[in-house]
């Protein structure tokens, strides 16, 4: 049950509340806070990062466990189940802070998440390159990439500006402090490595984008 789950299922479960959360913020457009627009759309486009990770063209993960030398690229320390806890409660996570009640602190630790996804995907990108480019990779470009830049990148962008204008407080600080550790530890770190073997069931079937340079 559980791996038939983390094939498709919750993929499609995802992209779902995207659509839904898109539908809502386009109705509430006038209505919202800066606050909760800039959440929401972060909810957005991480169904949209997923996609371009997991489905087109696939193969984040692979570039993940080069990363740590690891002799089982398909599934270790990054498989199929662990990154679906990463995503998944990630965005169930931000839809408990929309709940909940969002505000500055939240909106600044967003903003350093996604910064951050724009720094990771670089880094991946231009160690990839070095390692492919003589089997013809001509830039650093990985799965992820896109999102990271046009998604992230932008309306992470917008929030520093935002935040800059008006101002951070340390208790802003603390809130933002403690949503990055439930993100970073709990959905990342802790998932990881409790549940990364090398010998496991929920290996991805291919390379996805790096396929075409391992032949």
Not at 96 to 120: C, D, Q, R, Y
Not at 151 to 177: R, S
């Amino acid at each position: 049950m559980l791996n038939t789950w983390c094939k498709k299922i919750w993929l499609y479960v995802m992209y779902s509340i995207g659509v839904v959360l898109t539908i809502l913020l386009i109705a509430n457009w006038t209505n919202w806070t800066v606050e909760m627009k800039f959440v929401v759309i972060n909810a957005i486009i991480l169904p949209l990062h997923v996609f371009e990770e997991w489905q087109f063209p696939a193969g984040f993960h692979y570039q993940y466990n080069l990363s740590y030398h690891s002799k089982y690229l398909d599934r270790y320390p990054m498989n199929r189940l662990t990154d679906m806890i990463t995503n998944f409660v990630g965005e169930l996570f931000i839809i408990i802070l929309l709940v909940i009640g969002v505000n500055k602190g939240m909106v600044l630790a967003l903003t350093i998440f996604s910064l951050l996804e724009v720094v990771v995907h670089t880094m991946f990108g231009i160690k990839t390159y070095h390692r492919f480019k003589e089997k013809g990779k001509k830039s650093i470009y990985g799965p992820g990439s896109v999102t990271a830049y046009v998604g992230f990148g932008l309306i992470g962008l917008f929030q520093l500006l935002w935040l800059i204008k008006n101002g951070v407080t340390l208790n802003d600080w603390g809130i933002a402090t403690l949503v990055l550790f439930v993100m970073l530890v709990g959905m990342i770190l802790i998932p990881e490595n409790l549940l990364k073997k090398e010998d496991n069931e929920y290996s991805f079937p291919s390379a996805g984008y790096f396929e075409k340079f391992l032949k």
